[in-house]
């Protein structure tokens, strides 16, 4: 089955950096777009960041994140530059087959169990 394993979150003070780590497996990677979702405490998920196999991306509000992935590793990552307290949440992978970068939670197909990052002033 498919598994989307993240790693890399922790506690950080403002204006550090930190770079997540999404494994997946169970997937022919090169077929999904990998995302960027977050939730923080008592607000919605919201996207941030996708990315195609051939490399193309989006993000929600371009400038302190980066999304990469390495197709040899089945790997997308995420980092994560200038933190700010409010970049505090749990960081969520997601999978979504096919080519098209989309920003909704709905249009994804697989999520992973999330990391927690908290950024501290």
């Known amino acids: 089955q498919v598994q989307l394993v993240e790693s890399g979150g922790g506690l950080v003070q403002a204006g550090g950096s930190l770079r997540l780590s999404c494994a997946a497996s169970?997937?022919?990677?090169?077929?999904?777009?990998m995302g960027w979702f977050r939730q923080a405490p008592g607000k919605e998920r919201e996207f941030v960041a996708a990315i195609r196999w051939t490399g193309g991306s989006t993000y929600s509000k371009k400038g302190r994140f980066t999304i990469s992935r390495d197709n040899a590793k089945n790997t997308v990552y995420l980092q994560m530059n200038s933190l700010k307290p409010e970049d505090t949440a749990v960081y969520y992978c997601?999978?979504?087959?096919?080519?098209?970068?989309?920003?909704?939670?709905?249009?994804?197909?697989?999520w992973g169990q999330g990391t927690q990052v908290t950024v501290s002033s």
């Open positions: 169970g997937l022919t990677f090169s077929s999904y777009v």
């Open positions: 997601a999978s979504r087959f096919g080519s098209s970068l989309a920003t909704d939670r709905g249009g994804y197909d697989y």
